[in-house]
């Protein structure tokens, strides 16, 4: 049962649950009293959601059971009780049936453990679906691939601040936080993005070449060991040729041919040396 202080004093504390934001649809409204950490009263109504798995007992336990899927986009799909959940952003998962049945069902995923913030879904489970999927155990490094680490450096402006030199390319700083940092690209029409951590090295733990668009990436050619010519960007990730056209050519990642972990990032070169990045992005570690 999770509940938070309201007020609190040497003898009595009270407390109300978590879920009695107004913000909700329905907020709970269930209270309790505790004096010298015993429950002396619990007030009415009682909760009108599911319990909370929060407790380090209940952690262990379902992390235990926690499997995952492929999708056919070949990315990673938690499954807990026969739900599914996709990455929304960093370690936040969110049910796939967000958008077509409005379900804000969502869980915290971490390497110890992970935490259901809210466990009422709008639809059925998806025992169906899961039928003909192959389950996986529980793996925290195939489900957060690491990010390249790269190096970069401060410059400054003409306004007395600085600017993110990498690569010979600048960013301007968009938004900080209180752990990294996000930067924008100089070019107003370059949709190129770089977010580093907040240490003196600057390091670099996220780096966004533009895509969709032809753009100036530095990347060199590499001959494999049967001898085939591989392109190298300069991240890290190999690219093998696919097709030429008369005003371009075509390469696909290295990992296209696997058959569980098929990546599918693509990139093409024109006659410019000019890079065009597909949207979609690679889910494995750069070589």
């Known amino acids: 049962m999770n509940k938070r202080k309201q007020i609190g004093s040497s003898v ?14 329905n907020p709970c409204h269930a ?7 015993e429950i002396i009263k619990i007030s009415s109504p009682s909760h009108n959601h599911p319990p ?17 899927v492929i999708s ?25 049936r967000c958008s077509s049945k409005k379900c804000r069902a969502s869980l915290l995923l971490t390497e110890e453990s992970y935490t259901l913030l809210i466990t009422e879904h709008t639809h059925l489970p998806e025992t169906e679906k899961l039928k003909n999927k ?38 301007r700083k968009k938004v900080e936080y209180s752990n990294s940092t996000n930067w ?20 670099i ?20 060991e049967n001898g085939r010519e591989l392109l190298k960007l300069a991240n890290g990730y190999l690219f093998r040729k696919e097709a030429k056209f008369k005003n371009h050519i075509d390469w696909v990642c290295v990992n296209n041919s ?12 024109n006659t410019e040396k000019l890079v065009k990045l597909s949207r979609a992005k690679h889910n494995h570690k750069n070589q």
Not at 31 to 37: A, L, V
């Open 258 to 269: 696997l058959i569980s972990e098929r990546c599918t990032a693509r990139a093409a070169i």
């Open 12 to 25: 009595k504390i009270w407390w109300r649950c978590t879920f009695c934001s107004k913000r909700k649809k």
């Open 31 to 37: 209270r309790c009293i505790t004096n010298n950490n």
């Open 205 to 224: 733990i996220k780096l966004d070449y533009p895509v969709g668009v032809w753009s100036k990436i530095d990347y060199e050619y590499i001959t494999s």
């Open 184 to 203: 924008v690209c100089l070019n107003n029409n370059c949709n190129a993005r770089v977010v580093t951590r907040n240490t003196e090295s600057n390091t």
């Open 52 to 68: 909370q798995l929060n407790s380090t007992k209940d952690k262990k336990d379902i992390k235990d059971l926690l499997q995952y």
């Open 72 to 96: 056919q986009r070949k990315k990673p799909l938690v499954v807990v009780d026969d739900y599914l959940y996709r990455r929304n952003r960093d370690n936040y998962w969110r049910c796939i």
């Open 134 to 171: 192959e389950l996986f155990p529980f793996n925290y490094a195939l489900l957060t691939p690491p990010q390249p680490h790269l190096s970069a450096e401060y410059v400054p402006n003409r306004r007395g601040g600085f600017n993110l030199w990498y690569n010979g390319h600048i960013y």
